[in-house]
């Protein structure tokens, strides 16, 4: 049973809810404080935190949208399947340079399996150390799920790739 009133301790527009014990509330949503292994972007399993944290819903991030928006005008500009191309044709020429330095390739590079994301080890190096030192130099990529990770786009050209050479040469 739920009965709710106003009090005199909140605010006119405001009110008070008192829930039996056997209700339970269900979040509506879910915001990256609200799951108990926030942090572990492999994970698929979102448990929900036993505290009050479960309800924090999060904070769009609105200026991302903005950013979405006038970043999809832009690419509306050229025809899908040539966008797919040059990000294809990145990834493979970053497969092959990577390779070249001898990196080990963890992504699928079979065609039907191929993404814009080229994850890759850098033998002897841990992925966060590789990160930070290209981050250091410049090259924007992660290490993610014990990888380290590139996302190329349509806009990366071979000063880019060879940035990014450049850096894990100089591990």
């Not at 006119?12 to 509506?28: E, F, H």
């Not at 200026?63 to 493979?92: C, M």
């Not at 990196?103 to 930070?132: C, E, N, W, Y």
Request: proline share 8%.
């Amino acid at each position: 049973m739920c009965a709710a009133r106003p009090s005199i301790f909140s605010p006119p527009t405001a009110t008070n809810g008192c829930w039996a014990p056997k209700q339970r509330l269900r979040p509506l949503g879910l915001g990256w404080h609200s799951v108990l292994r926030h942090a572990d972007y492999a994970q698929t399993d979102f448990q929900l935190k036993p505290t009050a944290a479960r309800y924090e819903g999060g904070t769009y991030p609105v200026p991302g949208f903005v950013g979405l928006r006038a970043s999809l005008e832009l690419l509306q500009r050229w025809p899908l399947e040539a966008i797919a191309r040059r990000i294809d044709d990145l990834i493979q020429r970053a497969a092959a340079a990577l390779r070249d330095l001898g990196a080990t390739i963890v992504s699928d590079q079979s065609p039907p399996r191929r993404s814009g994301i080229l994850a890759f080890d850098m033998p002897g190096h841990d992925p966060r150390h590789v990160k930070d030192h290209c981050l250091q130099r410049g090259v924007v990529l992660t290490a993610r799920a014990g990888h380290v990770r590139i996302s190329p786009h349509a806009y990366c050209n071979a000063d880019d790739l060879q940035r990014l050479v450049d850096a894990l040469r100089a591990l």
